[in-house]
């Protein structure tokens, strides 16, 4: 049985992120989407809302059944050990992914021999997005449509309670 662990913050999760989720779920038997929890930051969409953002795409993929959205606080190394996982899925855009995925790669394999990453190109149609920008050009009452989910629009046109 193998279980991947694909960690971030999915504030909100963009067509990038459904993107790496629908390819690892090719590569594992079981995929925990995993939302990292940091006290100190504050987020667009709460807890609650991320999870439930993350199940309804589950959902719509029919994945549902071989998938697990949680929440975790602390190291990412120790989460997906706890959660039976044996590997981390990332995902990597740019040059600039690559150097802090590979020194995130570096330090993981340190703490945790036995847990391996594996890294997934963008896809050419997603690559550009992030999530950090798609709160920016929302919150500034830009069209966010190309880089997330009819519902996840949704979500984000209630929040900022546009029409
Ligand atoms: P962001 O970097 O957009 O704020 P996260 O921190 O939630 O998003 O990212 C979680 C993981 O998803 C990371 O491995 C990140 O590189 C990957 N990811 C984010 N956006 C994309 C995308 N557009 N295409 C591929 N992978 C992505």
Request: with cysteine.
């Amino acid at each position: 049985m193998r279980c991947g662990f694909y960690p971030g913050s999915f504030d909100p999760p963009t067509l990038g992120h459904f993107d790496i989720m629908n390819r690892g779920l090719a590569l594992f038997d079981r995929l925990v989407v995993a939302i990292g929890v940091h006290p100190s930051k504050t987020p667009m969409f709460t807890e609650a809302e991320r999870v439930a953002m993350l199940k309804e795409e589950l959902d719509r993929l029919g994945a549902a059944a071989r998938c697990e959205v949680i929440l975790f606080r602390g190291l990412t190394v120790d989460a997906a050990r706890e959660n039976g996982a044996q590997f981390i899925l990332r995902g990597i855009r740019d040059a600039a992914d690559f150097g802090y995925e590979a020194q995130l790669f570096g330090m993981n394999r340190n703490m945790a021999p036995d847990i391996e990453t594996v890294f997934l190109a963008a896809s050419p149609g997603t690559a550009h997005i992030t999530a950090t920008l798609v709160r920016q050009i929302a919150s500034l009452g830009g069209n966010v449509s190309s880089f997330v989910s009819p519902a996840v629009l949704q979500r984000i046109k209630d929040k900022l309670c546009f029409k």
